[in-house]
């Protein structure tokens, strides 16, 4: 209830009581006509019910004290007046206070009564925004937030998951999902499981420029993520990115953003993502979709079963995901994946393609222009070739000379079985092959000579046998290498022809003596 300030009082009653007229006063006092009828009426203003107020120019007599005027009942808000301020100390808005009285105090009062108590303890300016219209089913707007403190799985820590919010513009309802980390195939899973909370698809969806939706921003032409463009095609919506540093766009989400934090999350903890999911599904079915919203004055769950018939139905089958690749087209006209050759027939060999790698298939495209040239299951098992045989190339090309080359220089028995193997195989056989020249790398190229030659003996069509085969013939020759030439003798310390050592001495001795008796000999001259 509006209530007039006691010195404004004191001045309208004093002019009145000099006989003024309203709309004399109000242009003197900038007080409403209104306002000052009823004042007047209230304390019987009246020059004729106040004797001794002054009717000429004696400046002695004064007018009496108006009497107060009540400022009416107590608020139904004014018992718990020290929990709404410690809520507002939080900066938690007017709906969260009211929200709280009502499941921890038993609060019965209208929400308008925590509104109008709650703006007399806090000054606020409003502000301006320009509201846009929409059809029903026409747009929904997407964004990124941060959740409420959870506990990380696993430990003691609490941060913030991100909290995606995707709203109807013209009927307010929201999806609300928290999750650990993003990627390109999660942000498009959250807007499948938003569609399928709604029911139906709208035709077109407003985000801004994050790196999981939008690759390069641009006002005309904006790059999307291909995991995300796809999504949207099958969908059969269209993607509208907003103008770079203009959230203006896409108020209707970062406000139902900033209602979720403010309101739903602020001040709250959660053990699990699982537990904070919960509870946003529960507060927007409780709460939020039950309100009333401001600007339209209709409730929010109501405009949403009206808009929910304009909704574009779901498709049957939902969205495959994929990742992508480029490779380059081999020799033998396939690319690898998973160490896995497939078909690429008719791209060119040595050109980039791109791969799109599904659950159970992949897909080849053009680079360029994105037109599938090739599809194929995926591989059960890595070393599988996905190649049908009249498209399997037979003719040397210069990487089978030159691999040819290099198995005639390890030796005659290396050459015959690669070339056996390439008239076998074809050019996807070179692998193989490139395989057995390498590994002069690590094997003397003998060795390798005699491995091949025993795998053509036992028909070996396996690179990894001729590896064993090397290593085997190679721990041989190391073991032979460390064997004695002969064996080890132990010395005979005792035997008849073995003389006493003092025999030996004496020997020694005796030579001695007669070697220093003889004369010196001359040494012959030169000639």
Known sequence: MYVLKQHLQTTVITLLAAGKSQREIERITGVNRKTI?????????????YPGVATGSDPQITPPRPPTISSGPVSACEPHRAFIEAQLRLRRNYTAIYQDLVDQFGFTAAYNSVKRFAGTLVAREPEQFDRLEFAPGEEV??????????RVPGSDQYRRPRLFVMTLRYSRRCFRRVVWKSS??????????????????????????LREGVIKPDLYEPELNPVYSAMLAHYGV????????DPNRKGTVENAIQHTQSTALKGRRFESIEEQNAFL??????????????????????????????LKPLPLQ?????????????????????????????AMIGSRVLVRLFEHHIEIRNRHTHAVLRTHPRAQRPGSVLLPDDERPFNPSRETRRILAQAEDIGPDTLRLCQQWF??????????????????????RRLIDQACAQALRENVCSYKSIQILTERLLVAALAEIDAPVQGELDLTQQHPLIRD?????????????????????????PS
């Open 318 to 346: 939902g969205f495959q995901y994929f990742t992508e690749c480029e490779r380059t087209v081999a020799d033998d006209t396939c690319i690898r994946i998973d160490h896995s050759s497939y078909a690429a027939r008719p």
């Open 37 to 49: 009828r009823s004042l007047a009426q209230r304390t019987d203003a009246d020059v004729s019910n």
């Open 184 to 209: 390109q195939e999660t942000w498009a899973r959250l807007h499948e499981e938003a569609w399928r909370y709604f029911g139906g698809c709208p035709s077109y969806v407003v985000l801004d420029n």
């Open 141 to 150: 707007q997407v964004d990124y937030g941060e959740g409420a403190m959870t």
């Open 281 to 310: 599904e529960r507060w927007e079915t409780k709460w939020a979709a039950l309100r009333i919203h401001g600007s339209v004055r209709r409730q929010v769950e109501a405009m949403f079963q009206e808009e929910r018939t304009h």
């Open 423 to 444: 008239d076998k195989e074809g050019r996807v056989g070179q692998r193989k092959l490139w395989g057995i020249v390498n590994l002069v790398k690590r094997y003397p």
């Open 501 to 525: 050592g003092d025999d030996y001495a004496d020997l020694f001795t005796l030579g001695a003596q007669n070697s220093a008796a003889l004369p010196p000999t001359k040494e012959p001259s």
């Open 238 to 245: 269209v993607a509208d990115p907003a103008r770079v540093r």
